[in-house]
């Protein structure tokens, strides 16, 4: 006969049906025992859904409670007990949220959520404004549990209007409605006006907001909507030039530079960027692609010439030996000196502004990026980096990796 132990082997390998037939009071023995490894006490919480027995409850809910248990073990037993009204005034607590174990303040607002507690609804507006996919889905779900419960105008009463985040709630909790939300392109904060262009889905409309939009930016969102929806540059382009092509000032980036830059990363930047950016994207001509190939092999030449003994150009990607981006690096003089080479343009610079290195690929064609221009900080422009999503200099746009 078939134990828990034989059940569950190791992490990631446990017997899903064979568990569910398994006696629950055996399973709840194991699931409370902190000498058990955490996946196999999870996978015992997973089994026990829908069959908790009474005689369990008890320690179950002290295992929820035990700061010093596994967080992973204690938000599977959250989502189990998620029925269980007694834990409210615990999950309530304001140290629930100062919780450090991976997961474990997300876990709390869920299962307020799942508790019909409307006091979480600025925990979950913030989760659900987030930059990071796997919070986001648990604010949007708590909320949507809380709005089926009680109604959007319960939910709303809950948030502080003077936070974009619960701007972002109202945008999306009307959009679900039917609502238009097109005057949410007018919100002073770019991640809130872009969530309502992300909902739009009619040009007409669209076209009837444009002639009475508020703010030049609201104008913006609109063309950027506008272009998204009928894949027509043209009406972008015409709001764009009537505006007098608005744009980031950014002290310091050249034109050339610009280009490169806003090309690369404009379209496609994160959402709390200057909409600007993302419509001088469309509406402006990029810059001709290099030829990458015969860059390197001009970058390799040069440093032969000078004879600094270049070795094979390998990507970004291959000399880190993962990931990938926008340049490639060619290592010379046996003592593990470097250039970098962009793929965005004839950019070329180093860790040490080698003057031998610099020279000879000025001499080539290149342009060097030395420490002053490559310290230039372009703002508003976010960009995702490491984790980081905010504006980022020019030495690590045009040579970036990411891994």
């Given at each position: 006969m078939p134990t828990i132990e034989t059940l569950t082997p190791q992490a990631?390998?446990?017997?899903?049906?064979?568990?569910?037939?398994?006696?629950?009071?055996l399973l709840v023995r194991c699931a409370?025992?902190?000498a058990q490894p955490w996946w196999r006490r999870t996978a015992c919480v997973d089994a026990l859904t829908g069959r908790v027995p009474r005689s369990g409850l008890g320690e179950l809910l002290d295992r929820v409670r035990d700061t010093g248990d596994s967080g992973t073990v204690r938000q599977a037993l959250l989502v189990l007990l998620s029925d269980r009204v007694e834990l409210l005034p615990w999950l309530r607590h304001e140290d629930r949220?100062?919780?450090?174990?991976?997961?474990?303040?997300?876990?709390?607002?869920?299962?307020?959520?799942?508790?019909?507690?409307?006091?979480?609804?600025?925990?979950?507006?913030?989760?659900?404004?987030?930059?990071?996919?796997?919070?986001?889905?648990?604010?949007?779900a708590g909320l949507e549990a809380l709005t089926d419960r009680y109604g959007v105008e319960a939910v709303l009463a809950e948030l502080d209007g003077a936070?974009?985040?619960?701007?972002?709630?109202?945008?999306?909790?009307?959009?679900r409605a039917?609502?238009?939300?097109?005057?949410?392109?007018?919100?002073?904060?770019?991640?809130?006006?872009?969530?309502a262009q992300s909902l739009l889905t009619c040009p007409d409309r669209v076209r009837?907001?444009?002639?009475?939009?508020?703010?030049?930016?609201?104008?913006?969102?609109?063309?950027?909507?506008l272009n998204r929806l009928t894949g027509d540059v043209a009406e972008t382009r015409a709001v764009y030039e009537a505006l007098?092509?608005?744009?980031?000032?950014?002290?310091?980036?050249?034109?050339?530079?610009?280009?490169?830059?806003?090309?690369?990363?404009?379209?496609?930047?994160e959402k709390q960027s200057d909409p600007r950016w993302r419509v001088e994207a469309l509406?402006?001509?990029?810059?001709?692609?290099?030829?990458?190939?015969?860059?390197?092999?001009?970058?390799?030449?040069?440093?032969?010439?000078?004879?600094?003994?270049?070795?094979?150009?390998?990507?970004?990607?291959?000399?880190?030996?993962?990931?990938?981006?926008?340049?490639?690096?060619?290592?010379?003089?046996g003592a593990g000196q470097e250039v970098l080479i962009s793929t965005l343009g004839r950019f070329a610079s180093d860790h040490e502004d080698d003057p031998a290195a610099r020279a000879a690929l000025e001499a080539a064609g290149f342009r060097w990026i030395d420490g002053a221009t490559g310290s230039v900080r372009v703002t508003d422009l976010g960009v995702y980096y490491f984790g980081g999503r905010g504006p980022l200099d020019v030495q690590t746009l045009l040579f970036y990796w990411q891994d």
């Open positions: 990631g390998a446990a017997d899903a049906a064979g568990l569910r037939a398994y006696d629950a009071d409370v025992d902190p949220l100062r919780e450090d174990a991976y997961g474990m303040p997300q876990a709390v607002l869920r299962a307020r959520a799942a508790l019909g507690d409307r006091t979480a609804a600025a925990g979950l507006a913030t989760l659900a404004f987030s930059h990071w996919r796997t919070e986001r889905a648990v604010g949007e936070r974009p985040e619960d701007r972002a709630v109202a945008v999306r909790l009307r959009d039917g609502g238009d939300v097109t005057d949410a392109l007018a919100d002073p904060d770019p991640q809130v006006a872009h969530l009837a907001y444009l002639a009475e939009a508020p703010t030049a930016d609201a104008q913006l969102w609109a063309a950027y909507a007098g092509r608005p744009r980031v000032e950014v002290a310091g980036l050249d034109e050339e530079l610009r280009r490169a830059i806003v090309h690369e990363y404009g379209p496609e930047c509406c402006t001509e990029p810059p001709p692609p290099p030829d990458e190939e015969r860059q390197l092999a001009l970058a390799t030449a040069a440093l032969t010439a000078a004879g600094l003994a270049p070795s094979p150009p390998l990507s970004c990607g291959d000399a880190h030996r993962q990931g990938g981006g926008t340049y490639h690096v060619i290592g010379y003089g």
